[in-house]
């Protein structure tokens, strides 16, 4: 049974830190690539960040470039995503999403899905 379960979001001040983990189980984690996605009320889900299976490739929405890290442990079936200098219009709910091929930020490219994680962002 394949299971992608986030943890990590909570509220934070405007300027802080958040570090969300997706922990994998049900498939081969070592062969897909893992992406961050998320969705804000009333608003579409969006792509944040994603990486390649052999962590060599990563890629970043613009509004999150230079502020967020993905990264991925291959031995613990995990990924994370590293937010620094948070705003309010960070406030979504975060999910991961694992998908086979390349490094996409599609939803649709992307075969299976967690249940989210909630991140509000303070002003």
């Known amino acids: 049974q394949v299971q992608l379960l986030e943890s990590g979001g909570g509220l934070v001040q405007a300027g802080g830190s958040l570090r969300l983990s997706c922990a994998a189980s049900?498939?081969?984690?070592?062969?897909?690539?893992m992406g961050w996605f998320r969705q804000a009320p009333g608003k579409e889900r969006e792509f944040v960040a994603a990486i390649s299976w052999s962590v060599e490739k990563t890629y970043y929405a613009d509004s999150v470039k230079g502020r967020f890290t993905i990264s991925r442990d291959n031995a613990k079936n995990a990924v994370y995503l590293q937010m620094n200098s948070l705003k309010p219009e960070d406030t979504a709910v975060y999910y991961c999403?694992?998908?086979?091929?390349?490094?996409?930020?599609?939803?649709?490219?992307?075969?299976?899905w967690g249940q989210g994680t909630q991140v509000t962002v303070s002003s």
């Open positions: 999403a694992a998908g086979t091929g390349g490094i996409y930020t599609e939803k649709d490219r992307y075969d299976y």
């Open positions: 049900g498939f081969t984690f070592s062969s897909y690539a």
